[in-house]
């Protein structure tokens, strides 16, 4: 009965809010039924259900996606089994301060709170984008009431927006995606449960979020929030730690100290720094796909340095019976067939295993339209300098084919691009960041058939207002 007072409360709340909102949006943006319950957001709902079952003894671990790839809580269980993991990690597109939003009320005396989001400056802060908030909440919208005060005018700006794409789903075809980024991809816990086997990004590295370690990367209003946050839980008798989520320590920036950066940090905190820092310091060969997800013999690293540590808290001296993983070596990339056919316009340079493409020739860079090569004597052709098509006047089209794992920010910047053309068979075929587009007026172009994957891609979702289907 509570609970369902609790729910009408919620949905009361909410729908006050939307009076911010033309009334026809406010009665559709709760009306609507659910578009994305199958996509890597549809897991927000279930994250939440399993935050709310309140059980004894937990160790409540709260991040961005780093924590359900880096994770593995069947093992935690299995080493501490008076103890009851709760991943309550999803994406850093949401901003810290939402999850800690959607955790907080749940949170009881005798929990043990670990807050561990990706050492960047979007989670390091009070970032908030609404649009992705929407997302996350769209199969639990009774939860919106949830949101603080100071990101609720920005939900509800958002409102119509999501409304539209809802329609537009729901009169064409629900997103869908294939790949890990998916609803079913997680397990009871709210872990990646898909195996990953190696590294798959260009180098072992995704150059485009070098990892700071530096006292600017972190905002003073964060820190003011984190320590507001563990007031909150110390009332309630329950206990918060900061712990590093892994880092690629092959893209830390140069001239950076995680001991200097620890320091600082533990001087601004009011509530102790869980572990060693460096034990989240791993080689390339840990990782995944970002400079923050783990693969699976990473992960099983990763969970047992943070048993380890659980254990030195609770003075448990019992041996953590978890046999130490092989690193898995990067894999030699493959050469993939395809179009070569411009293969004269661009200047390349050897690099290990594959090739690098430096710029374009003076015959290239008088081309309107140009297809990336994949490959050259027989090895692949892998990435692209930044400044290969940056202020260039002429180009409209470029083709992007599987070969390219990774796109440098800023690319196309001061171009006359107008064409992006994603040639490839999935969004995850190559990595982007945020500033892809920025300073030229393109938009991306990919398969019809593809195109909800790319709208609900953890890489590409941020620039879905530039995403269309080619013709």
Known sequence: MKEGRKLIVGLSVATGLLCLVPASISVLTFALPSVYSSTFYGEMKDKIELIERKQDNRIIIIGGSSVPFSLDCSLIKDSLPSYNPVDFGLYASLGTPFMLDMAKDNIKKGDIVIISPEQSEQTLSMYFNAEESWKALDSSLSYVWKVSNDNKPALMAEAPHYVGDKFSYLSSSLPNPKGIYRHDSFNEYGDIKVNRENNIMDKGIDSNNPIRLDKEVITQDFIDCLNAFYLDLWSKGATLFYRFSPMNMDSIKQGNNIDEYYDYLDSKLNFPIMGDPHNSLLEKEWFYDTNYH?????????TKAFIQDIKLLLKDSSKTDIDDPVMPPLPEPPVIEGDNSDLAYFELEEKDDSYFIKGLSEEGKKKERLVV??????????????????????????????????????????????????????????????????????????????????????????????????E
């Open 373 to 470: 090569p994949v490959s050259y004597n027989d090895k692949p052709i892998s990435s692209f300098s930044s400044i290969t098509f940056q202020n260039n006047a002429i180009i409209k089209e470029v083709v992007i084919q599987n070969n390219i794992k990774e796109i440098a920010d800023f690319s196309f910047s001061s171009s006359s691009l107008e064409k992006l053309i994603l040639d490839l068979d999935s969004p995850n075929r190559v990595s982007v960041g945020r500033h892809l587009l920025d300073g030229c007026n393109a938009n991306i172009y990919v398969d019809r058939s593809l195109l909800n994957d790319f709208l609900t891609n953890y890489f590409f979702a941020g620039y879905a207002d530039r995403i269309k289907a080619k």
């Open 294 to 302: 783990l693969n699976t013999p990473g992960s099983i690293k990763f």
